[in-house]
């Protein structure tokens, strides 16, 4: 009884799916945009990104040139810094609560990311690289 | 008479390299002669003092505890450029030091070590004056307090010889900026100078973008800066890149002393920053001193680059046994 509900439930979705996306079609929609327009209804996404002497974890990551994200920044010990001046992003990383910043990334290239807040004799190696593709 | 007379030239600053620091001759050019006592007389009725001739020398990065890779000479350097200004024929008045004085220590203990070996050795200098600014090896984990017990305050001006001396700490914050209390200090303190009232301030990180991924910058650089520019005869003295480096923003002169420690390589070099590689058969290669001296009334300025011979630890002490004393320790900056 319960497979016969779960595949009546599936090809109602489905069939709705079909519609819609022909409704879409036939009033000039396009349906790529459509499924951006949810995604973005759920927020930009996420990256969490940990800061500890002397690294930062990951060590590398790579944004969409325009695809707006949030870094979520942490700290495991101490106060740290993250500074990415050409996007002119300097802010401390404060151990106990996350730092949200929301970055749009506006050309693509390789970008280094340094620990601006001194943190100890390995302060000068704490760096990422942060990678922005079309 | 103001009009057959260059302000800008009233100040010369040089430097040569002898490989130990940075030696700075301050002129009055003008002063010699009908036309120079006429600028000197109005120099002193708008700035309080007439600049006098007189000679410094500026030290950077001496990094007092810090013994290993890429440079292995511990003090060696600190310790030779002292012995070079102790032999110079004119006992220099000031010495100023750009920061990073000691190496920082994760205890505390060995962090005082360093600030007591530090001011053993600078107190060998022969020099009326020796004053000193932080850098974050010194000062950016604890706010200074260590600086602070040592060394005294951590930003101040005085005058000499009718040039007004800053002070700047741009490095006890943690962070790489000067921050908005200081500021306030270093406005109030330039507004009771004249427009033309020579100043030198000396810091330790540059007050401009030099490289940013480097964390050669200082975030409120510009508002620094700003506040220097109505000012015609303004130079800063800085160390942290343990290199020269000569920049002009506006009328303002920055210059960047060799580091007694090792030097890092030139801003244009892409990618991370790592220090040049030590060299053995030039252990003190880079780690230089400027000494200019201006000419004919300082309209002219002569440049000697004098580089600091091995001949101290040639023969029986050898290189050898010069390294000998270097234990491991890890650094990059």
Known sequence: MKHRKLVVTLLFAASAAIVLASWAQRNGIDTANLMRFATAAEGPRVIEIKAKKFQFTPSE???KKGEPVILRLTSEDRTHGFLLKPFKIDSDIIPGHATDIAVTPPATGQYIVICDHYC????GNMKMKLTVVE | MENKIDRRSFLRIAGSSLSIGALYSVFAPLARGAEG???TRTMAALNGEPPAPFSFIQLSDTHVGFNGPPDPLGTRAFEGAVAAINKLKRRPELVIVTGDLTHDADSPDEHARRYKLFKQIAGKINAAQIKVVPGENDAALDN????????????YSFDHRGVHFIALDNVSRGRPEVGAEQLAWMKADLARFSKTAPIIVFTHRPLFDLKPEWEWFTSDGDAVMNALAPYENVTVLYGHIHRENFHQQGGTKLYAARSLIFAFPDPATPGVRKPLPFDKAQPFKNLGLRFVKGQRAGRDLRIEDVELTMNE?????????????GTSDTIEE
Request: aromatic share 8%.
């Open chain 1, 61 to 63: 990551i790579t944004l």
């Open chain 1, 120 to 123: 100890g004799t390995g302060h």
């Open chain 2, 37 to 39: 006592e006429v600028l």
């Open chain 2, 144 to 155: 200074g307090d260590m600086f602070r017990e040592f060394m005294g305050p951590l930003h």
């Open chain 2, 313 to 325: 630890y040639s023969g029986t002490v050898g290189m050898d046994q010069m390294l000998k004393h």
